[in-house]
């Protein structure tokens, strides 16, 4: 599925989402009022739960905005899916960038969203470029040695 129709599917949802909030405050609402309730307190929890995934939605759009149509380009520039060797602290380390939150694949490549600070600092750049990351409050000098 390319960056596209996720951005529309993904859009789609967070549409609907808003619009079954507006439908789930009038039933409740009217439940409220129908069972004599003066407050609307017992309501907070499952709007509560309509915002989470409204929010997670929105980063995941903002993700895919920010990623573009990258993936699997073979320019030499860093975009999502690329696996990015890098110097940190003289140490060589590598990172795979992603779309959305990843997880370990146990085979030594940090997975880095590119929401994060690292695969933020990461995305677009060319094997040479030195670029920084703040990370764990502390600025680091990222020296990119080659993009696959």
Known sequence: ??????????????????SRRRDL????ND?????????????????????????RLAARLRAIDMAGSDGGRRDGTAGSGSV?????????????LT???????????LPAS?????????????AGDTTFAELFGEEVELRVVEVL
């Open 1 to 18: 599925m390319n960056s596209n129709s996720l951005r529309t599917e993904t859009a789609e949802r967070i549409s609907s989402l808003a």
């Open 84 to 96: 990015v060797k890098f110097l940190q602290d003289g140490r060589l380390r590598a990172a795979r």
């Open 31 to 55: 439940t409220a009022r129908a069972d004599g309730y003066g407050d609307h307190s017992h309501a907070h929890a499952a709007l509560a739960a309509h915002d989470a995934e409204a929010g």
């Open 25 to 28: 405050v009038a039933a409740l």
């Open 114 to 126: 590119l929401n994060s600070p690292l695969g933020s600092a990461l995305h677009g750049a060319r």
């Open 99 to 109: 779309v959305g939150p990843g997880s370990g694949g146990g085979d030594g490549i």
